[in-house]
């Protein structure tokens, strides 16, 4: 089975600081993973995702994610936070071997950039 | 621009009521699916379909029902036997390789009145 954990409901940084938010999966072969990133209201736009290769993915608005295996974690990273950042961040994972089955998403997490 | 497109952007059911959801995709996709998001707890598949003609239940597929007779299209029915459907609908596609993440629609939010 596949699942994904997002442990924090909710990050808090001041603007211009480094910000993480955390990803951790289980899947029983390797990964595909994940970053979709939610303004309210509105449908998930994806942020970036890791195939294969580098461990560290850059994506899109200066964000970057980096892949452990040991730690099966995928956390999302940023070295400077931006107000306009503030939105809802989902990973998801599937098994790189289950064929065509569906994403499975965490639960999310609400990211607050305050100025 | 190809996208997806969901409607109506807002809905209103009465109770007992049936309601279809809006789901247009132009990319060529061939696999589409539905979510539903509720505060706190992510989303939930209810359906999903790799195929014309063909779908399968997701996790939680009690009180709804779609369709796919067109590669473009794949509605949400969401039955009167949908006991509490208030939420955010979410439609999405993927890209025939499976590598690929999904794209996905801009929702619907359905309230219950």
């Known amino acids: 089975a596949q699942s994904v954990a997002q442990p924090e409901d909710q990050v808090n940084v001041a603007e211009g600081n480094p910000l993480t938010v955390k990803c951790t999966y289980s899947v029983s072969g390797n990964p595909y993973l994940f970053w979709y990133v939610q303004y309210p209201n509105r449908g998930l736009q994806f942020l970036l995702k890791?195939?294969?290769?580098?461990?560290l993915v850059k994506g899109s608005y200066g964000f970057e994610a980096e892949f452990n295996k040991s730690q099966t974690s995928f956390h999302l990273k940023k070295p400077s936070a931006l107000v306009s950042d503030s939105a809802l961040y989902f990973c998801?994972?599937?098994?790189?071997?289950?064929?065509?089955?569906?994403?499975?998403f965490g639960k999310g997490t609400r990211l607050s950039v305050i100025a | 621009d190809g996208g997806i497109t969901q409607s109506p952007k807002y809905l209103f059911r009465k109770e007992g009521q049936n309601v279809t959801l809006s789901c247009e995709q132009n990319l060529n996709h061939d696999a589409m699916y539905w979510y539903r998001q509720d505060p706190g707890q992510g989303l939930r598949l209810i359906y999903y379909s790799q195929i014309v003609n063909d779908f399968q239940k997701g996790d939680i597929a009690e009180g709804y029902s779609v369709s796919r007779e067109k590669k473009e299209s794949f509605p949400l029915t969401v039955t009167s036997a949908q006991k509490n459907p208030t939420a955010f609908y979410l439609c999405?596609?993927?890209?025939?390789?499976?590598?690929?993440?999904?794209?996905f629609g801009s929702g619907t939010r359905l309230t219950v009145v």
């Open positions: 890791y195939i294969t290769g580098d461990n």
């Open positions: 999405a596609s993927r890209h025939p390789q499976s590598n690929y993440g999904y794209t």
């Open positions: 998801a994972v599937r098994d790189r071997g289950s064929g065509n089955t569906p994403l499975v």
